[in-house]
């Protein structure tokens, strides 16, 4: 079963405006939440990661939402630009020392000009 | 600082043969994990090494084994390529610990003919 469900498949956002992906998951032994973007050709790139001791944070534009109770997390960008344009996926992981991480189906997002 | 390299890029096989796949790791990690990435999806976990064994293993049937050597690279074998066998074959490292962020590598395509 997936682990990890994220929605929506794709998104199309203007410059400028807000992009927000959001992901659920069942297990609650995941204790770490990281969102990596993808661009063609390319593997995923770690962009921001959050654990479930805190419900939000931010680094530059990037803002992760976190509701522990409701086992869902979003990721909001600000201010978004084309160079943003590529896909992005949730993930979750057991903090331990052997860090399996679980991946969301990902969601393609397009910044218009 | 190197990150994570793959090799080769690209690989075509037929249905029925053998393929290896390589990677090392970025430098200062010890933990490598391979994931298949099938079109439009999001990575799902094959396998993970660490001190030359398979320490944490997906749901994938024994045609995937790997390897990891002193150096901490590591490779992956798929015997008996079925064209469901066909997707990007990422590797992550990682190092020991809680909490340690994966870094991707770009991948190696394989598709089976």
């Known amino acids: 079963q997936q682990q990890v469900k994220q929605s929506p498949q794709s998104l199309i956002v203007q410059k400028g405006g807000i992009s927000i992906i959001n992901c659920a998951y069942e297990?609650?032994?995941?204790?770490?939440f990281p969102w990596y973007q993808q661009f063609p050709g390319k593997g995923p790139a770690l962009l921001i990661a959050?654990?479930?001791?805190?419900s939000e944070k931010k680094e530059g534009r990037f803002t992760i939402s976190f509701n522990k109770s409701a086992k869902q997390f979003s990721l909001h960008i600000m201010d978004s630009q084309p160079g943003d344009s590529a896909t992005y996926f949730c993930?979750?992981?057991?903090?331990?020392?052997?860090?399996?991480?679980?991946f969301g189906s990902g969601t393609k997002l397009n910044v218009k000009p | 600082d190197a990150g994570v390299t793959q090799s080769p890029t690209h690989l075509i096989k037929t249905r029925g043969q053998q393929v290896t796949l390589r990677c090392s790791p970025k430098?200062?990690?010890?933990?490598v994990s391979w994931y298949q990435q099938a079109l439009g999806q999001g990575p799902q976990f094959i396998f993970q090494?660490?001190?030359?064994?398979?320490?944490q293993r997906g749901n994938f049937p024994d045609r995937f084994s790997g390897h990891q050597f002193p150096n901490y690279s590591s490779e992956l074998n798929v015997n008996a390529l079925l064209l469901g066998d066909s997707a990007l074959y990422l590797c992550?490292?990682?190092?020991?610990?809680?909490?340690?962020?994966?870094?991707f590598g770009d991948g190696t395509r394989l598709s089976i003919l």
């Open positions: 992550a490292s990682s190092s020991t610990g809680g909490f340690q962020p994966q870094h």
């Open positions: 297990n609650t032994a995941f204790d770490y």
């Open positions: 959050i654990r479930p001791d805190v």
């Open positions: 993930a979750a992981s057991i903090g331990d020392n052997f860090n399996k991480f679980y």
């Open positions: 430098s200062g990690h010890d933990t």
């Open positions: 090494y660490y001190e030359e064994e398979e320490r």
